[in-house]
């Protein structure tokens, strides 16, 4: 079992739309959580940054993180077709954790 | 932008010889970063620095030996490429006011 899960999809939603994106983890000890974007061909651009549990919000964004579950999300409000990319969900600091990404596809 | 270049960005090379890729920071930060990455895998630690000369493995170091002789420059080298080795390298440092780790473009590398 790997240590960070994540449904790679692929997930295509219409614009407008509220996107999901989730990830389970094993490790009880994290208390860091990360959500990068990724273009293709780019490299991970850091979106959200939480720590411990609650929720977090920037703009269109929402990270939530249930560390009773081990289970975090990314929320993502009126999705734009720029928001096409894929999604990695990151745990941890010196040693982290990467989900293996979901491709997010909004289609106009 | 968090001040990160590779070198070089694409390379090619035959079974058996030496890589070295180099990534270049230009804020001062302390601790950098090698990852792979390869689909179906997401982004794998290979080796991490926490200073000039202080390094440590990742999940993935085996085949990968780094060095940190200069703040701004972190070196992975793979003594030997193999196949299994072709993948796409990124480099990060942690910023912010957290721990937040910031990516490089990175380095898309196959080895035939």
């Known amino acids: 079992q790997k240590e960070v899960e994540q449904d790679p999809g692929p997930l295509s939603v219409p614009e407008g739309a509220i996107v999901s994106l989730n990830c389970t983890y094993s490790?009880?000890?994290?208390?860091?959580f990360m959500w990068y974007r990724q273009y293709s061909r780019k490299g991970p651009e850091l979106l959200m940054y939480t720590y411990s549990s609650g929720n977090k919000e920037d703009g269109r964004f929402t990270a939530q993180v249930d560390k009773s579950s081990k289970y975090i999300s990314l929320f993502i409000r009126d999705s734009q077709p720029s928001d096409s990319a894929t999604y990695l969900c990151?745990?941890?600091?010196?040693?982290?954790?990467f989900g293996a990404g979901t491709r997010l596809t909004v289609k106009p | 932008d968090a001040g990160i270049t590779q070198s070089p960005r694409h390379k090619v090379t035959e079974t058996g010889t030496p890589v070295t890729l180099r990534c270049h920071q230009t804020?001062?930060?302390?601790?950098m970063y090698w990852y792979r990455q390869d689909p179906g895998h997401g982004l794998r630690l290979i080796h991490y620095s926490y200073g000039v000369k202080d390094t440590d493995k990742g999940e993935v170091s085996d085949g990968y030996s780094v060095s940190r002789s200069k703040t701004e420059d972190f070196l992975l080298t793979l003594e030997s490429a193999t196949s299994s080795q072709t993948s796409v390298y990124f480099c990060a440092i942690r910023g912010g006011q957290g721990n937040e780790q910031f990516f490089g473009p990175g380095t898309r590398l196959t080895v035939l």
């Open positions: 990151a745990i941890g600091v010196d040693d982290m954790r």
């Open positions: 490790n009880s000890a994290f208390q860091y």
């Open positions: 804020e001062n930060h302390r601790y």
